[in-house]
């Protein structure tokens, strides 16, 4: 089992940059694929970004791609979302999720362990 918690979250302006941080505790870190969802006001939580256990293999939504960075040290057991060019339709809250799978996946159902969330708006 693994604990996440994310921070980094809150108000930019549209254009700005925001960096955020998971935390992981528990299982070893590097056992689990790791992703980045988030989820809007009265809308389903999508998949943002993931990556894989090893070797850093990564996976973007397509309006993302480009302007989000997700990354992982596994010495800290933490998972980074790097996150620029912000846009007001960013806006929601990132959720963290851990996988047991190697792969990138982009799937809600693919992850076991979630964290609590962190609020990102962007205004405009």
């Known amino acids: 089992q693994v604990q996440l918690v994310e921070s980094g979250g809150g108000l930019v302006q549209a254009g700005g940059s925001l960096r955020l941080s998971c935390a992981a505790s528990g299982r070893t870190f590097s056992s689990y694929a790791m992703g980045w969802f988030r989820q809007a006001p009265g809308k389903e939580r999508e998949f943002v970004a993931a990556?894989?256990?090893?070797?850093?293999?990564?996976s973007y939504l397509d309006s993302v791609a480009g302007r989000f960075t997700i990354s992982r040290d596994n010495a800290k057991n933490t998972l980074y979302l790097q996150m620029n060019s912000l846009k007001s339709e960013d806006t929601a809250v990132y959720y963290c999720a851990a996988s047991l799978s190697f792969r990138a996946e982009d799937k809600t159902n693919d992850y076991k362990y979630w964290g609590q969330g962190t609020q990102v708006t962007v205004s405009s």
């Open positions: 990556i894989s256990r090893s070797f850093g293999s990564t």
